[in-house]
Each structure stands twice: as structure tokens, then as C-alpha cells.
């Protein structure tokens, strides 16, 4: 089946820092999302791109399609940044549910 | 912008008793989706649902599930019996039907949390 793979599966930044998350997933996704979810679990969509590069704010999504990969990187991370980052993998079926992976979990220290 | 709810936010209930979650998706969506995040684990899709038929299904869609949306109102999660492993976070998600092959977004509810004791 579907398989995405999230790295690191943690991070530990200094207030200021820069993360880079990563997602590799198994076969050729037609969207990738990056959502946030917070500690008492419910979901914040950041960023939807299928392919190329785009920004929001502090946050920039790279997927290569072709090579069955993205990147989220969020710069200059506040301590508001702490949670999990879930990369979610849109199906190559017509009705594109996801495919999540396990999520890389923020700590942002002062 | 657009929000998707869901009624209620937890729910305990008895091994083998019948349990309904709710889902009021974004008003002018047609497709909706309902996904199992076990706690400390990934989330994995359950099933989709369109035009009042199950389109997509995975293995975790146990026969003792089902989900319907009678007459346009809420997109519905029945699990009769439910059982001790059904104990998750239940997140249903809507988006805008296809077009031009290009997806729409999916926009996430908050979850039930349900435990079965």
C-alpha cells in the first residue's frame, strides 16, 4: 500500500533556528500536505503543493515529484512552532484521500 | 475560513454497544472522508463517500462500520458493535468535488475522541 516516511521522527531547535522536515513517500502522489497538529490533536492545514515550491509566512513546502519527495522547512522557529508536523500524501486514485505519515514532533527551546 | 465540525468531541461508551459520530462538513462540499488516528500513532484513511456511495474503503473499514449522510445533513461514523481496538480519534474531512482532474483541498474537522472500556 501507500507509504510515507517522515524524517526526523524528532527535532529539538533553539528559539530562532531553522528545521527542515522531510517526507518521502512510495509512489506517485498527485499533492502533498503538510498539516500541523496540535497537542490536543486537531489538525491545521499549512501548506498543499503537488509540485515545485511555495511559500507561507515562515513555512516553505519543496516537493519533487518525480522523486517522490518534500521538504518543509520553517524558518527562524518561535517556541510556538512545538508540535507535530504531518506529511500527508494525496492517493493517485481519482478520489485522493490521504496517506499520513508518522509525523516529526517540534520541540522549540528558548 | 471554511470549518468542518463534529459532534461530539468525546465519546465513552461499553465494549459491543453501537456508537455514532457526526460530521458536518463544509456546506457546498460532496466528498467526504473519515479517518482513525490510534493514540501515539499515524492517521490512516477508513473510507470515502460520494454522491451517497462509498467510493474507496481501506482494510481498517471493518464490517461493523458504516457511514451514510441522509439527506444532506450530517456524514455520519456507525460502528455497531463497537470493540476495545475502535478506541481512536475519528477525524472526518470534506472537499470540493474534482475538476479537471486538478484535487480541491481537504479540510479536517477537530475529531472525536472515542474510547470503548
Known amino acids: 500500500g501507500q507509504q510515507v516516511q517522515q524524517s526526523p521522527a524528532s527535532l529539538v531547535l533553539q528559539e530562532g533556528e531553522n528545521a527542515e522536515l522531510q517526507c518521502n513517500f512510495s509512489?506517485?502522489?498527485?499533492?502533498l500536505q503538510w498539516f500541523y497538529q496540535r497537542p490536543g490533536g486537531s489538525l491545521v492545514s499549512l501548506l498543499s503543493?503537488?509540485?515545485g515550491t511555495k511559500h507561507t509566512g515562515r513555512l516553505t513546502s519543496t516537493t519533487v515529484t518525480k522523486e517522490r519527495r518534500g521538504s518543509l522547512h520553517i524558518s527562524s522557529s518561535q517556541i510556538t512552532d512545538s508540535g507535530t508536523y504531518l506529511c500527508a500524501m494525496g492517493s493517485n486514485t481519482g478520489y485522493q484521500n490521504f496517506y499520513f505519515g508518522k509525523g516529526t514532533s517540534l520541540t522549540v527551546i528558548p | 475560513g471554511p470549518k468542518v465540525l463534529q459532534i461530539p468531541s468525546h465519546q465513552i461508551i461499553d465494549m459491543g454497544q453501537m456508537v455514532t459520530l457526526n460530521c458536518d462538513p463544509v456546506?457546498?462540499?460532496?466528498?467526504f472522508y473519515w479517518y482513525k488516528q490510534i493514540l501515539g500513532q499515524q492517521m490512516e484513511f477508513l473510507v470515502n463517500f460520494y454522491n451517497g456511495k462509498v467510493m474507496e474503503k481501506s482494510k481498517l473499514f471493518k464490517d461493523q462500520f458504516s457511514v451514510e449522510r441522509p439527506d444532506g445533513s450530517y456524514f455520519t461514523l456507525k460502528i455497531q458493535p463497537t470493540a476495545l481496538e475502535d478506541s481512536a480519534v475519528y477525524f472526518c474531512?470534506?472537499?470540493?468535488?474534482?475538476?479537471?482532474?486538478?484535487?480541491?483541498?481537504?479540510?479536517f474537522g477537530p475529531g472525536t475522541r472515542l474510547t470503548v472500556l
Open positions: 456546506s457546498n462540499h460532496l466528498y
Open positions: 503543493n503537488p509540485s
Open positions: 474531512a470534506s472537499s470540493l468535488a474534482l475538476r479537471g482532474g486538478r484535487p480541491y483541498e481537504q479540510y
Open positions: 509512489s506517485t502522489a498527485t499533492r
